[in-house]
């Protein structure tokens, strides 16, 4: 089937595209457009015209790909229109009503770039990663797994293991002639250079995770030394109710920031006392799990004779200004009320999160199936380095290839239908 769908976003604009790909693309677009001819890869003026009524639709442009020089591989075509919700719903009817096409799924177009060989797997999830990047750092990093690069070093960990199969069976299938020593040999030193370069890739996994998820930072203190107030600071705008009154603040208030580029999850929790209160004390509980969760903890305090300095915490003093502008050692001195010290924190956040990823490599693991792959690839690896070569050598094939179809997974060279509904499941409809 021929499949269509609005790829820009919903709602009024200038401009929408409506995007065909199909062995049916380029004829749904002379029917539309009532011209026999297009020139591949250029935008031609065009007027639009439902098929069943004749009546016109929109003025606009239309460009055709042909296949394989296209985002899917087939053909494709797209209609540039204006961004009215009329017009955009009189073409895709219009669509509908030509024979043999219909609305595609959710990253449809995406699966089919796939079976295509236009992009592997790790392609397509970094292009999700890149429409949803909010940070710099996101963008980039999303742009060059985009552009091969993890695929390049899962390929290169495949072709070596492929090759090491390849000796190994070849000792196997050709027992009586002499393999050269030194090949065999070679195989255990070339395993371990395996397990070190993937066992390298896996400590990176805690970078991974902070740019697909964030990095937390968890406020807490004591009631009243003024949490949500520095929220509300920090985020430019009113996130968390402010009181005077003790315990107002029940659970936990999450705000999402690009601070250096890197993005960052400030939560403002439940203020931390002794209390009877069975709602406040649920509100604690939580305050306590978010410190165990929190990449960083920044404690805050408003009186300098109760500031406790902690090791692994960045202590905050707030309220300076009520105390002569008091400046305490081994804390950063803040004024939420008149904004004083708001930058240093800020920077100070910002040293933290950069810290992360002074061994930042534009491979670093961003999905979980990714770790979980290489984790089972080493698995596999340090199964067959336990196995004796001279006695056992299909063994060792055995767990070489198991290390193969795991990294084959990630990128789609094996069998991974089982996981495509998963990948595609998030994409928006038109991509």
Not at 47 to 59: A, H, R, T, V
Request: charged share 25%; proline share 2%.
């Amino acid at each position: 089937m021929t499949i269509f769908a609005l790829s820009t976003a919903s709602g009024v604009a200038g401009l929408a595209v409506v995007r065909v790909s199909g062995h049916l693309a380029l004829t749904a677009l002379k029917t539309i457009s009532r011209k026999s001819h297009f020139d591949p890869n250029v935008l031609t003026k065009s007027e639009f015209y439902d098929p069943e009524s004749g009546n016109l639709i929109d003025k606009g442009l239309a460009v055709f790909f042909s296949k394989p020089k296209s985002f899917t591989g087939e053909d494709v075509v797209e209609f540039h229109v204006h961004g009215g919700h009329s017009t955009v719903q009189l073409l895709l009817k219009s669509l509908s009503n030509i024979d043999q096409l219909r609305l595609a799924q959710p990253g449809e177009f995406s699966k089919r770039a796939f079976v295509n060989n236009k992009m592997d797997l790790t392609a397509i999830e970094a292009m999700g990663d890149l429409i949803n990047a909010q940070t710099e750092i996101q963008h980039n990093q999303a742009l060059s797994q985009m552009n091969g690069s993890l695929n390049k070093l899962y390929l290169s960990w495949r072709k070596s293991l492929i090759e090491l199969v390849a000796y190994l069976e070849a000792d196997i299938d050709f027992a009586d002639e002499d393999i050269p020593e030194n090949v065999l040999n070679n195989i255990n030193s070339k395993i371990e250079k395996l397990l070190g370069e993937m066992n390298e890739h896996l400590k990176q996994r805690n970078q991974g995770e902070i740019l697909r998820d964030g990095y937390k930072v968890a406020i807490i203190g004591s009631p009243n030394v003024g949490k949500s107030s520095l929220i509300n600071s920090l985020a430019n705008r009113d996130v968390a109710i402010v009181s005077d009154k003790e315990g107002t603040t029940r659970d936990a208030i999450e705000v999402r920031l690009n601070i250096a580029g890197f993005p960052v999850i400030l939560t403002d929790t439940a203020g931390l006392r002794d209390t009877e209160d069975e709602i406040e004390k649920k509100g604690i509980e939580i305050t306590q799990s978010k410190i165990k969760e929190a990449n960083l903890v920044l404690e805050l305090f408003d009186d300098p004779n109760n500031v406790e300095l902690h090791e692994n915490r960045l202590t905050v003093l707030n309220k300076c200004d009520l105390h002569n502008n008091y400046k305490q050692e081994g804390c950063i001195n803040i004024s939420v009320s008149n904004g004083s010290g708001i930058d240093d924190l800020i920077n100070k956040i910002a040293e933290h999160v950069s810290n992360k990823f002074i061994s930042y490599t534009d491979t670093i693991p961003t999905k979980t199936r990714y770790i979980l792959g290489i984790q089972n690839s080493v698995q596999s690896l340090l199964s067959a380095k336990s196995i004796d070569l001279k006695v056992n050598s299909e063994l060792m094939v055995e767990e070489l290839r198991l290390a193969i179809q795991e990294i084959g997974k990630i990128t789609g060279h094996v069998d991974v239908e089982e996981y495509l509904e998963v990948i595609f499941k998030d994409f928006c409809i038109g991509k």
